[in-house]
């Protein structure tokens, strides 16, 4: 899973901001058996791989530390030069642009100034909140991985709101656009010119 947020007058970056997990739907408790340096890194590879098909660029990509103050150099953890530093290292080593691990709670102020492109968080909440902070009613699920393009609303099913005619539908309908830039930009890229040209026209 990848939350997503469009460039507007709150995400500066030319290509919006991207956050994917390490982990999502756990328990906290477990969040520190599921991590590993190849799990950290198959999640940079993903972000690259999403942000430069909207970039049309290499991406920048900040990577949480998983402890407070990314560790405090051991103080509150090691994961950070254990599990973490080792993936980013990988990363660097296969040309990507990525940094960290670093702090939450400064690298998502960056990141949503347009330092990064793209955020790999640790865990479901570091990563969710920050981003539906920053625009909750615009955030966009894109499932990462598939051979399809696949995006939904980054919220629930909100049955409370059904046929009241309360729901926000903001989500949704960049759910529909995402999927519709996705869509011409993968048609372009294997020549289906035409087809590209009508999925932008039907995103604006």
Request: hydrophobic content about 45%; overall charge neutral.
């Amino acid at each position: 899973m990848m939350l997503y947020l469009g460039p507007d007058h709150v995400i500066r970056g030319p290509a919006g901001l991207g956050v994917v997990h390490v982990t999502l739907h756990m328990a906290l408790r477990e969040v520190f058996g599921a991590l590993s340096t190849d799990e950290v890194l198959r999640k940079i590879r993903l972000a690259d791989g999403a942000l430069r098909e909207l970039k049309q660029a290499a991406p920048r990509i900040g990577v949480c530390a998983l402890n407070p103050h990314a560790g405090e150099f051991g103080l509150f953890g090691d994961e950070e030069t254990t599990l973490i530093r080792p993936a980013v290292e990988r990363a660097v080593e296969e040309g990507l642009l990525v940094s960290g691990p670093l702090p939450a709670d400064t690298l998502m102020p960056q990141a949503r100034d347009g330092a990064y492109d793209a955020v790999v968080a640790m865990y479901h909440d570091q990563g969710h909140i920050a981003l539906k902070l920053l625009g909750m009613h615009r955030a966009v699920n894109v499932t990462l991985g598939l051979p399809i393009v696949r995006t939904s609303v980054a919220h629930g099913t909100a049955f409370d709101l059904a046929w009241q005619g309360r729901a926000d539908s903001g989500s949704m309908v960049e759910a529909l656009r995402v999927a519709a830039l996705l869509a011409a930009r993968r048609a372009a890229r294997r020549g289906e010119i035409g087809e590209g040209r009508r999925a932008v026209a039907a995103s604006r």
